[in-house]
């Protein structure tokens, strides 16, 4: 499994676009690459899954580079409610039906009034 | 939107004692996983799960820890003797087809707590 690598934390304030890059240099050629958000005492929650260019859902936008090395999540106009620990993970997409997911430290997103 | 439902909500539980972790997973989805996170650290991989068999499990995953799926709906983890490191949050999840083109979708989780 490709190990990834994603800044501890982060601080945004209301209102602005706010994008984590995740690094993951040794990235698969079945790798998909999916963002995982998490509050306090919640389970994680899917937030968007690509595997290259952009992908653009209603909560966030995804983009890849040509050589997949690294990936950025952007939230358009964050608000408090998006305070959270955003996960970066990338997985084979053929991994035999047996897709455990290896979660690192995340990104602690703390946005200010 | 179809969710993941964990029961209890939190666990009170003493050093020794047995317990069993409810979920509900999504109507169709094919795969079952539990994860745990201790407090403050990362989520971890316990087990997955198909087709009434384990597909993979972790080192954490000891005899200890026994998984089952009761009936078409339900799907419970079952630690036979807590000890006070098994105090922990731990999440139910479930995916579709099991690849990773299908993210997995988690609950909320039961908090327990090994006295």
């Known amino acids: 499994l490709a190990k990834t690598t994603q800044p501890i934390s982060m601080d945004s304030y209301e209102g602005q676009e706010v994008n984590i890059t995740c690094s993951h240099n040794?990235?698969?050629?079945?790798?998909?690459i999916t963002w995982y958000q998490q509050f306090p005492s919640q389970g994680p929650r899917f937030i968007i899954q690509?595997?290259?260019t952009k992908v653009t859902n209603e909560v966030a936008s995804l983009f890849i580079p040509a050589d997949r090395k690294s990936s950025t999540l952007s939230l358009p106009r964050v608000s408090l409610s998006d305070t959270a620990v955003y996960y970066c993970?990338?997985?084979?997409?053929?991994?035999?039906?047996?897709?455990?997911?290896?979660f690192g430290a995340g990104t602690r997103l703390a946005v200010h009034p | 939107e179809p969710e993941v439902t964990q029961t209890p909500s939190h666990q009170v539980t003493q050093m020794g004692q047995e317990v069993i972790l409810r979920c509900v997973p999504i109507?169709?989805?094919?795969?079952f996983y539990w994860y745990r996170q201790i407090l403050g650290q990362k989520v971890e991989f316990l087990v997955s799960?198909?087709?009434?068999?384990?597909?993979?499990k972790s080192e954490i995953f000891d005899d200890q820890f026994s998984v089952e799926r009761p009936d078409g709906s339900n799907f419970t983890l079952k630690i036979r003797s807590t000890k006070l490191e098994d105090s922990a949050m731990y999440f139910c999840?479930?995916?579709?087809?099991?690849?990773?083109?299908?993210?997995?979708?988690f609950g909320d989780g039961t908090r327990l707590s090994i006295l």
């Open positions: 999840a479930s995916s579709g087809t099991g690849t990773g083109r299908q993210p997995q979708h």
């Open positions: 040794n990235i698969a050629t079945n790798d998909y």
């Open positions: 690509g595997y290259k």
């Open positions: 993970l990338v997985g084979d997409r053929f991994s035999g039906g047996y897709n455990k997911l290896i």
């Open positions: 109507s169709n989805h094919l795969y």
């Open positions: 799960f198909y087709n009434n068999e384990i597909s993979e």
